[in-house]
T-cell receptor
Framework: QQQVKQSPQSLIVQKGGISIINCAYENTAFDYFPWYQQFPGKGPALLIAIRPDVSEKKEGRFTISFNKSAKQFSLHIMDSQPGDSATYFCAAPSGAGSYQLTFGKGTKLSVIP | DTGVSQDPRHKITKRGQNVTFRCDPISEHNRLYWYRQTLGQGPEFLTYFQNEAQLEKSRLLSDRFSAERPKGSFSTLEIQRTEQGDSAMYLC????????????FGDGTRLSIL
């Protein structure tokens, strides 16, 4: 069973700063790593995803960096805004051929003005 | 694209009662997933359907839980003889076929057991 270890558990960043959330996974067979953003009372919303054959993917202020040899990937939020305050989850497929996702425990981001 | 719809949004029931939740996926999505999320945790996979066929079930899905997707469209998740530990947010997601097709989540049904 895939384990996804996410850190930190909570993060406070000043407006305009860079938020960095890290995830580590175990099984190198996996081929898709999405990040989700969740606001209170809402379901998770897909933010950005990466394949392991790509070292970096950028969409607006959000960038995923992928280190295949270290089995780690991270989310960077540039120019963090108060509206980015939410819980962020990394995820990975739970097994070869599986379509279920295993999620990290989440990082609660607070961006203060 | 109207998004994934779940009903009800909140359900309060007494321990021992049966509850049923409904999920309407995005119309062109043939995959449908159920997850459970407890406070401070990430979603945990319960089961998924490819059209009407239930293809994967988690060990979390005890025999008190049953899910159906009779016509490959909407799905229901039933919990029989509810227990305190069943209190959670039940999330439904849907996707197109393909490993990298993103799973789109609904806003969930929050179940509270008295």
């Amino acid at each position: 069973q895939q384990q996804v270890k996410q850190s930190p558990q909570s993060l406070i960043v000043q407006k305009g700063g860079i938020s960095i959330i890290n995830c580590a996974y175990e099984n190198t067979a996996f081929d898709y790593f999405p990040w989700y953003q969740q606001f209170p009372g809402k379901g998770p919303a897909l933010l950005i995803a990466i394949r392991p054959d790509v070292s970096e993917k950028k969409e607006g202020r959000f960038t995923i960096s992928f280190n295949k040899s270290a089995k780690q990937f991270s989310l960077h939020i540039m120019d963090s805004q108060p509206g980015d305050s939410a819980t962020y989850f990394c995820a990975a497929p739970s097994g070869a051929g599986s379509y279920q996702l295993t999620f990290g425990k989440g990082t609660k981001l607070s961006v203060i003005p | 694209d109207t998004g994934v719809s779940q009903d009800p949004r909140h359900k309060i029931t007494k321990r021992g009662q049966n509850v049923t939740f409904r999920c309407d996926p995005i119309s062109e999505h043939n995959r449908l997933y159920w997850y459970r999320q407890t406070l401070g945790q990430g979603p945990e996979f319960l089961t998924y359907f490819q059209n009407e066929a239930q293809l994967e079930k988690s060990r979390l899905l005890s025999d008190r839980f049953s899910a159906e997707r009779p016509k490959g469209s909407f799905s229901t998740l039933e919990i029989q003889r509810t227990e305190q530990g069943d209190s959670a947010m039940y999330l439904c997601a849907s996707s197109k076929t393909g490993r990298e097709q993103p799973q789109h989540f609904g806003d969930g049904t929050r179940l509270s057991i008295l």
